[in-house]
């Protein structure tokens, strides 16, 4: 039997990049997957993709800075197929790329509505489910920017470090409930995400001839290859509450390969 067969998805910002990878290797494993983001054509893709491979999938647009865009998700995932058991919280944006003085204020704070405000909507919107139930599991995608600061990325590495401490607070309010929160950093991936940064110029975001050298240099990954960690932090028997876990760890590498076929 499938490792999630019986369980159900949500995975935010799923229409492309990580978020995509990780909606089919979750429906690979057997999960009903949910895939929620504002690009309702992108979405359909992934789901038709998922449907095509024998997978169960449902495309619901949603925007995750909206709180009752956030609740109808988590309705029409109850409707369709049942309660989540699982939310992998990707959504988000590395806008605005500019040094905080010259920074337009509603962008900024855009920025945290979607990045640390999204992951609490979700959040909030399946946890008092997974409570009464006693079984959830829920990955927050977070960074390397929530630890190191970087010049003209003050709203996405504020987001980010939010998040990551979001995570380790709310870790302790579930302690011995069955449910698990934990947040993970994929590194640097080969996604149009990366493009946009590397679009930005060193004016604006100083950092971005490195990340110009890394895509050169062939250094980004796979989003395919982070996804199956994230799939193994979903497994029923993991169980890792409360910890910031990164790709580059060895220890989690040899984890996920153990558990999470290639």
């Known amino acids: 039997m499938a490792a999630l067969s019986g369980h159900v998805a949500i995975v935010t910002g799923g229409g492309r990049g990580l978020g995509r990878a990780v909606a089919e290797r979750l429906a690979s494993l057997g999960a009903a997957v949910v895939i929620a983001s504002r690009n309702a054509p992108e979405l359909d893709e992934v789901a038709k993709g998922i449907k095509r491979?024998?997978?169960?999938?449902?495309?619901?647009?949603?925007?995750v800075a909206d709180e009752r865009q956030v609740q109808e998700l988590v309705l029409a995932t109850e409707r369709w197929v049942g309660p989540a058991t699982i939310l992998v919280n990707n959504a988000g944006t590395v806008d605005p790329l500019t040094p905080l003085a010259r920074s337009d204020a509603t962008l900024w704070l855009k920025s945290l509505a979607i990045n640390i405000g999204g992951t609490y909507l979700a959040t909030r919107a399946v946890l008092?489910?997974?409570?009464?139930?006693?079984?959830?599991?829920i990955v927050m995608i977070t960074s390397g920017a929530a630890i190191r600061p970087s010049a003209g990325w003050t709203a996405y590495a504020a987001g980010k470090a939010a998040?990551?401490?979001?995570?380790?607070?709310?870790a302790l309010e579930l302690e011995a409930t069955g449910v698990t929160a934990c947040a993970f950093n994929p590194g640097h991936m080969d996604t149009e995400t990366q493009e946009q940064i590397r679009r930005a110029s060193t004016a604006d975001f100083p950092r971005s001839d490195e990340f110009r050298a890394a895509h050169r240099e062939r250094k980004l990954s796979d989003p395919r290859v982070p996804a199956r960690a994230v799939a193994y932090l979903a497994l029923p028997s993991t169980e890792r509450n409360g910890e910031a876990l990164e790709w580059s760890d060895e220890a989690l590498r040899g984890a996920v390969e153990a558990a999470v076929p290639a």
Do not use: E, F
């Open 53 to 63: 491979t024998g997978g169960r999938a449902l495309a619901q647009t949603a925007d």
């Open 128 to 137: 008092p489910g997974m409570l009464d139930r006693g079984y959830g599991r």
């Open 163 to 170: 998040v990551l401490h979001m995570t380790r607070s709310l």
